[in-house]
């Protein structure tokens, strides 16, 4: 009984890690991946759409966070400038893949090439806008900052830099979508 129980487990596992295996940070994906080995076994589809709303998610973090650090009030000058433009660049991107969680779970096979071009730009503009994020703080390690708001700025360009890569691999995600089509095994949505 508890072999039986291995062999699901390993199986389970080896859905994300064969998922994953066309992403950049493969090891970041089966760790943020892994609870949808049940649900979405080896359907593309639902691997890209869970990608991308494991990337929802994240964004959706950063946010909250970048409310945080407005609310606390410790940056200024360019900082507090960056930082501005870091949530508004997040407002952004969560639009973007907002839309692409939306055209994913209506995929159709008529209409299947523009959705998978949709999706291209979408989550490469949610990509870009991490990487605009991470570049208006770029430089700031000046003898300007406090020791404070150098930590703030560490841990926020790790937590951005995390998002980024999680983003990539649902963009590896949904590129595999694109090369593979809809199959017979797959959810089909039909127009």
């Not at 691997?47 to 200024?76: D, P």
Request: aromatic share 6%.
């Amino acid at each position: 009984m508890v072999l039986a129980k291995g062999n699901n487990n390993s199986n389970k596992n080896g859905y994300v890690r064969e998922a994953c295996s066309v992403t950049r940070y493969q090891d970041l994906c089966v760790h943020s991946l892994a609870q949808f080995s049940n649900t979405a076994g080896r359907s593309p589809s639902k691997w890209a759409r869970a990608g991308v709303s494991v990337t929802i998610g994240e964004v959706k973090k950063i946010r909250a966070y970048l409310a945080q650090l407005k609310r606390n009030g410790g940056f200024m000058g360019r900082n507090r400038a960056a930082l501005s433009d870091c949530a508004e660049v997040f407002d952004d991107a969560l639009d973007e893949l907002h839309r692409s969680l939306g055209v994913l779970r209506k995929l159709s096979k008529t209409t299947f090439s523009t959705q998978m071009g949709d999706l291209n730009t979408w989550i490469s503009a949610a990509l870009t806008d991490a990487d605009t994020c991470l570049d208006g703080f770029q430089d700031q390690d000046n003898h300007n900052n406090s020791n404070n708001n150098k930590k703030q700025i560490k841990l926020l360009q790790s937590r951005v830099q995390n998002v980024s890569y999680i983003t990539s691999n649902a963009l590896a995600l949904v590129n595999k979508l694109a090369t593979t089509g809809i199959g017979s095994n797959l959810d089909q949505h039909k127009s």
